[in-house]
Each structure stands twice: as structure tokens, then as C-alpha cells.
């Protein structure tokens, strides 16, 4: 049970959007840390796709987009392309247990 | 360009040790933390410790808790992970990843390895 909670899946089609949630706690995106989120392609390391909530590290296309409102935020990528097809992962910093923590990483399929 | 290789993976029993290293270069390994994120076989990623630049603090999780050391030597520019009595559980990629600061908590990853498989099996 991961401490940040995800889809496992969603889907769309080519030139759609679609967005992945990330429900937290108080103790962590509640308590004001930041969120970011990771693209893992088929068989690579993760890559840092949205920092600081909804900032775009240089090179990431502005179809990617994030938001945070709450204890939960958002990622949302419009403009859907076959190569988006990845699993996503929400990340925060949690002070109860001074760890960082993951969701449970959703998996984006392009149909 | 920033790099980061893990070595040390491999097969081990229970109960057994293993070390990885990360040998990192590209940028001023002494001025940002780094942190081992793990990854089980088909599923999601798990933050396993976290070092801070200069060595002085250190985090882990609760599932790794006393069993696992992370540590640096930045006159090599290595990160290490020392894992002790290891458990089938703890079987895994594990990939070292780049603080995007000096490692004190919040901050995102903004470089990652590209892992070394952990197998703990008899």
C-alpha cells in the first residue's frame, strides 16, 4: 500500500488528454511538499517529467503539465502520442515518516 | 554530462550481504545529495535511503531500517549501499538517483543510474 495513491491505469486516444490523480495526506502534499512526477518508458530508468508541482524540466514538451490543490494533485498530458505510453509516478516527502515516497505509479496506455 | 553507473548487483542468499556502488561524474558530487530507489520485478518504485552532500545525515525507509547503510566517499565520487541480512522481499532494481540539492528532504530526483539487479534467492 503506497502512501501516495494512483490509478493503476488509464487510457486514451492518439491527440487526447489525460490525467493521472495523486491522493496524499496532511503529511505530506497536504503539509506543503512539493510534488513531482516521473515518466518510466518500457525497460529504463525513471525521468523526471514535472518538479516543484508544475514546473517542466528543460526539454519536456509543454503537453505535460502539473497542478496540486489539497492533499492531492494532478498531471495531465494532452495531445496524447503512441510514445507517451509509460507508467507515471507522483512523488512527495512525507514528515510523519521522514521518507520520501512514491505512488504506486499508473501505467498510460495509448490506444 | 551528469552520469550515474551502479555496480555490485548480482545473486545472493538469504541472510547474506551485498554492496553496490554508484560511481557518479558530470557534475560537483559534493554539492548535492543522492538517494538508492528500488524498483520489485513488475512493480512500482520504492525509496530505499538518502544521504545528504556532505555525508552527515542519513534517511531510510522503514522496510530496509537498520539493515541497510547508505554512504559516500566524495574523494571518489561513490555512493555505496551495504545490505545486510537480506530477505527475498528485498530482490529488486535498485537505482541510485540524484538529489536535485544538498539531499534534506522535499527536493525532486533529477538524475537516475540505470540500475543493477539485486536477486536474493537459495
Known amino acids: 500500500q503506497s502512501v501516495l495513491t494512483q490509478p493503476p491505469s488509464v487510457s486514451g486516444a492518439p491527440g487526447q488528454r489525460v490525467t493521472i490523480s495523486c491522493s496524499g495526506s496532511?503529511?505530506?502534499?497536504?503539509?506543503?511538499?512539493?510534488v513531482h512526477w516521473y515518466q518510466q518508458l518500457p525497460g529504463t530508468a525513471p525521468k523526471l517529467l514535472i518538479y516543484g508541482d508544475s514546473s517542466r524540466p528543460s526539454g519536456v514538451p509543454d503537453r505535460f503539465s502539473g497542478s496540486k490543490s489539497g492533499t492531492s494533485a494532478s498531471l495531465a498530458i494532452t495531445e496524447l502520442q503512441a510514445d507517451d505510453e509509460a507508467d507515471y509516478y507522483c512523488q512527495s516527502y512525507d514528515s510523519s515518516l521522514s521518507a520520501w515516497v512514491f505512488g504506486g505509479g499508473t501505467k498510460l496506455t495509448v490506444l | 554530462q551528469v552520469q550515474l553507473v551502479e555496480s555490485g548487483g548480482g545473486v545472493v542468499q538469504p541472510g547474506r550481504s551485498l554492496r553496490l556502488s554508484c560511481a557518479a561524474s558530470?557534475?560537483?558530487?559534493?554539492?548535492?545529495?543522492i538517494h538508492w530507489v528500488r524498483q520489485a520485478p513488475g512493480k512500482g518504485l520504492e525509496w530505499v535511503a538518502g544521504?545528504?552532500?556532505?555525508?552527515?545525515?542519513?534517511n531510510y525507509a522503514d522496510a530496509v531500517r537498520g539493515r541497510f547503510t547508505i554512504s559516500r566517499d566524495n574523494s571518489k565520487n561513490t555512493l555505496y549501499l551495504q545490505m545486510n541480512s537480506l530477505r527475498a522481499e528485498d530482490t529488486a532494481v535498485y537505482y541510485c538517483a540524484k538529489d536535485w540539492g544538498a539531499g534534506y528532504g522535499g527536493n525532486p530526483f533529477d538524475y537516475w543510474g540505470q540500475g543493477t539487479l539485486v536477486t536474493v534467492s537459495s
Open positions: 558530470g557534475f560537483t558530487f559534493t554539492n548535492y545529495g
Open positions: 496532511s503529511s505530506n502534499i497536504g503539509a506543503g511538499y512539493d
Open positions: 544521504i545528504s552532500n556532505d555525508g552527515t545525515n542519513q
